[in-house]
């Protein structure tokens, strides 16, 4: 399967906050959510791929290309949608759209149009008088219109409703069909992963905490139900992150046949969400 970004031991550290050897990959053909707590560094390592700030070392290769030497012909071939508009406010969407595509050499105008017709986008609206939603179609509309083999999103279905985040993550799901590109994005709501990720990649505190398919992590992952009386230190060590009750407990295991050796019928153990692991995990290391 081909990477069509590596991460390799990169470190950056800020005065409070460090990534700390970060290292994954992002795969052609498949989508990868990018997970993890306020603070946890998602926005540092869209910036340190997209080469907007300094790493202090490692490697980044995005097409296997370096990502400081090559930037300029990495960067046409990436679509890059983010939370902050880019756009200039005072113009339209037509207005906006003449100074951009000359940027690109893969520019599509009858792609653009073809977008713009199908997101149903007011091209002689003004960028400030668009909805939050409609903006972001329209960066995706750029992103797609230059032919991008990589869309790398930060937080793009933040403050959408529910409507324009399943037609997003409808659009999302369409760009992979062809197995050519890939899609890379943060995200805070994770049933969206639940629902069109093929991969998570998850970190907490400037740390990956795990970069793999997310059917492989569902399938490693339980959340293990049970009375208190289960709980003792040998079968404490099992969890990641335990929360308990009154008169039981509820926790998340990476071992799910391990916790079945072990409590057999006398707990219950389901397959996790996304919010499970995330939670758990994250509660877990704030109390080791
Ligand atoms: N330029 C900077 N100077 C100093 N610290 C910074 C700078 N940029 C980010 N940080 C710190 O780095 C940490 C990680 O921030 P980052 O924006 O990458 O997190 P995030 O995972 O994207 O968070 P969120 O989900 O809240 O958007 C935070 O503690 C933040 O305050």
């Known amino acids: 399967m081909e990477n069509i970004v590596e991460m390799k031991g990169v470190n950056k550290r800020y ?24 603070g946890a560094g998602k926005s540092t390592t869209i910036k340190l791929l997209m080469n907007l700030i300094k790493r202090d070392s490692g490697d980044i290769f995005v097409f296997g290309l370096d990502n400081i030497a090559r930037e300029k012909e990495i960067k046409e071939r990436i679509g890059f949608v983010y939370d902050e508009s880019y756009f200039y406010e005072e113009l339209t969407i037509r207005e906006m759209k003449r100074i951009i595509a000359p940027l690109y050499r893969r520019w599509d105008d009858l792609a ?68 050519e590109k890939a899609v890379f994005f943060s995200t805070h709501i994770t049933t969206d992963l639940d629902r069109i990720a093929d991969y998570i990649t998850f970190i907490d505190r400037g740390r990956i905490v795990f970069n793999s398919p997310k059917d492989e992590i569902l399938e490693q992952y339980g959340i293990v139900r049970g009375a208190k009386e289960l709980l003792d230190a040998d079968t404490r060590k099992e969890f990641i992150g335990l929360r308990e009750t009154a008169v039981g407990f509820e926790g998340l295991t990476s071992n799910v046949q ?10 219950l153990i389901e397959t996790p969400s996304l919010e499970d692991i995330m939670f758990y995990t994250v509660r877990g290391r704030r109390h080791a």
Not at 15 to 38: E, H, M, R, W
């Open 15 to 38: 005065k409070d906050f460090a990534l700390q050897d970060v290292s994954f990959s992002i795969k052609k053909g498949y989508i990868t959510g990018f997970i993890g707590p306020n």
């Open 258 to 267: 391990m916790a079945e050796e072990l409590f057999g019928d006398e707990a």
């Open 112 to 179: 653009f149009q073809r977008y713009i017709d199908s997101f149903e986008l007011p091209t002689r609206r003004k960028i400030k008088h668009l909805s939050k939603g409609m903006k972001m179609k329209f960066s995706l509309a750029v992103a797609l219109s230059h032919h991008a083999d990589l869309i790398i999103m930060d937080e793009p279905t933040s403050g959408l409703d529910p409507v324009f985040r399943r037609e997003i993550l409808d659009i999302l799901a369409d760009i992979i069909q062809d197995e």
